[in-house]
């Protein structure tokens, strides 16, 4: 199994910075795309920012220019940076793996954390 650890998060003032960590654990996996989701009271989990084994990036327009994702493939781990932070970010932040275990699987599964508050309020 892929278990996700995430650390991080927490209450910051708006125009405050924190950054959310998450560490992938176990063994006989192979991790494609690394990211981290979202969900605030009463509405779907979106996409943030993920990133895959490559590098390449994808972001949600609404947090373009504030929030950069960064992995370490050799750790198997990602981490969100953000910056410039609104009240509207204010929600559960789910670190996710998109991985194929074992590592011979012909498809990718969907690997969760178990999610980090951040909660955006003066």
């Known amino acids: 199994q892929v278990q996700l650890v995430e650390s991080g998060g927490g209450l910051v003032q708006p125009g405050g910075s924190l950054r959310l960590s998450c560490a992938a654990s176990g063994s006989g996996f192979s991790i494609n795309t690394m990211g981290w989701y979202r969900q605030a009271p009463g509405k779907q989990r979106e996409l943030v920012a993920a990133?895959?084994?490559?590098?390449?990036?994808n972001a949600a327009d609404s947090v373009k220019g504030r929030f950069a994702i960064s992995r370490d493939n050799a750790n198997d781990s990602v981490e969100l940076r953000m910056s410039s932070l609104k009240p509207e970010d204010t929600a559960v932040y789910y670190c996710n793996a998109r991985a194929k275990f074992p590592f011979w699987s012909p498809r990718d599964e969907d690997y969760w954390g178990q999610g980090t508050q951040v909660t955006v309020s003066s």
């Open positions: 990133i895959t084994s490559s590098g390449s990036t």
